[in-house]
């Protein structure tokens, strides 16, 4: 199929090709006959219509240009943006051969949450970072991640594979950042804002901020059982929902409940619910 | 910037930040003070400690923190138990901190009240004239808390007239005249004493200033 000719005459306007190919003016195409104004008219269409076309041939080569960016990135936040593609490249690499699994693999990420943890618990009571609160916050708030790394055993103990847990803990926690993120994030505003804003933030915009961190982190818990633990979409899914199931309840009720009972939980839901809406 | 270079300098902001939060984390100190022939104390009777009741620091370091804020009386009232007051209270023996009273806040779907001063746990759910007479019956003081929505109590209620105190003076009444106003109404309702409380549960200052006197005659004084 004969294609029609690239429109190349108008000055200037003509983008230079991917291949560098700059294109040519020909000065001819300015001069118009008298009696055919109608074909120099119609340029202005043909014109517009070779950039859409181009537009829509380098859209993909545009967004891939971005996402390239996140190459030099760190893996936790290559893992936040592009959890699927992180993870995919993390399976590949976590071989037996080139795994060296420690005591460190395994504890460093959650080491670093619990540090997080007792500097936003520091900065939301004080609005300052102090060690004498972070010192002693971070250690008996270290059963966040300690629920976390206990549910995941539960969960994949069976599935890792040739993988050691300590690598399984180290790569789950890497997809850990948008949670991390939120949790500074709350600390960062708690210890600026006003305290006759508070209960505003914590009822309006705290709770779209967790639904978005809620979402997209299930988003990320899914890739994980499904490129690291190597096991169908589905499987991943029911995984991450059993996971959170566990670990939501469980901090949820050391953190909330004074009644070690079902229904104990359940009320406290139920009042936690009734005062936001409020 | 490598990623060694990055987490190096990540690390050194993180490391100053926390320095110069503890330089300027400066202690409170204590003001007492003579008003009327007594010692003016500053109490907080609302004050909730890690875990179980919604609240970020531990029973030490609740404790800790109302030193550090120049506290001299804090109550300590989970919701339906009393161990994390108790454990304030020992350990408080032992640094010649402020002055831990064990309390609860007794909850039920309608009200909230705080029970100072008590030495066993009263249920969740229980009528809240139950929920006094047994504050009481232990010798402590019953005070309501955030008295916001008690207009299903009539204005001649048994239960009004048996209350010590009511949560008059909250931090969000400082900044709100609509939770002011509704908190001085229900203090019109009845005779019971007026209790500033902050209500702590990590987020925020501890501590609200009240009237008192030794430590024996504060609950007799509410």
């Not at chain 2, 984390?25 to 007492?32: E, Y």
């Not at chain 2, 902050?198 to 987020?203: A, I, T, V």
């Amino acid at each position: 199929m004969k294609r029609r000719p690239e429109p190349v005459s108008w000055a200037g306007k003509v983008k230079p090709c991917r291949a560098g190919v700059a294109a040519g003016i020909d000065a001819a195409e300015n001069y118009i006959e008298p009696g055919f104004e109608h074909i120099a008219n119609g340029a202005p269409a043909r014109r517009f219509e070779f950039s859409l076309l181009h537009l829509r041939r380098s859209y993909p080569y545009v967004l891939s240009k971005i996402l390239t960016v996140t190459d030099n990135w760190s893996l936790d936040a290559r893992a936040l943006v592009r959890p699927a593609r992180t993870f995919q490249a993390l399976a590949a690499t976590q071989r037996p051969e080139n795994v060296r699994s420690t005591f460190w693999t395994a504890a460093r990420r959650p080491l670093f949450l619990s540090l997080v943890l007792g500097c936003v618990i520091s900065l939301i009571g004080t609005s300052v970072a102090t060690i004498r609160l972070i010192g002693t916050t971070a250690i008996y708030w270290s059963f966040v991640p300690l629920i976390e790394i206990l549910t995941l055993a539960i969960v994949v103990w069976r599935r890792r594979g040739s993988s050691t847990f300590a690598s399984l803990v180290d790569a789950f926690f890497v997809g850990h950042a948008a949670w991390t993120l939120l949790l500074l994030l709350a600390g960062a505003v708690m210890a600026v804002t006003p305290p006759q804003h508070w209960w505003f933030i914590i009822t309006r915009p705290a709770v779209v901020a967790i639904v978005l961190v809620v979402g997209w982190s299930a988003y990320v818990d899914v890739c994980f059982f499904r490129y690291i633990c190597g096991t169908t979409l589905a499987s991943a899914v029911r995984s991450a929902t059993l996971y959170r199931v566990i670990v939501w309840i469980l901090i949820f009720w050391i953190f909330a409940v004074p009644e070690a009972t079902p229904l104990g939980v359940i009320q406290e839901i139920v009042e936690a619910i009734t005062e936001v809406l409020k | 910037m490598n990623g060694l270079v990055r987490a190096i300098v990540v690390a050194a902001l993180a490391l100053a930040s926390i320095a110069a939060g503890t330089v300027v984390d400066v202690p409170t100190p204590s003001k007492a003070s003579v008003l009327g022939g007594y010692y003016v104390l500053a109490c907080d009777f609302h004050v909730h400690s890690f875990p179980s009741t919604w609240s970020t620091l531990s029973p030490i370091d609740t404790v800790l923190e109302a030193r550090h804020r120049g506290l001299d009386v804090i109550a300590m009232t989970p919701h339906e138990s009393i161990w994390a007051g108790k454990l304030g209270a020992w350990f408080t023996r032992r640094i010649a901190g402020p002055i831990v009273i064990v309390g609860e806040e007794i909850t039920a779907p309608r009200y909230h009240l705080i029970g100072v001063g008590i030495s066993k746990t009263i249920q969740y759910g229980v009528p809240l004239a139950d929920a006094i007479a047994s504050v009481q019956a232990q010798g402590g003081v019953a005070i309501i808390a955030h008295p916001y929505e008690m207009d299903w109590l009539a204005d001649d209620a048994p239960e009004l007239r048996a209350l010590d105190g009511a949560e008059i003076a909250r931090p969000e009444a400082l900044v709100s005249d609509e939770a002011a106003a509704r908190l001085r109404a229900f203090f019109a309702r009845g005779s019971f004493t007026a209790i500033g409380s902050s209500d702590f549960h990590g987020l925020g200052p501890i501590g609200f200033p009240a009237r008192g006197s030794s430590p024996a005659n504060l609950l007799h004084k509410v």
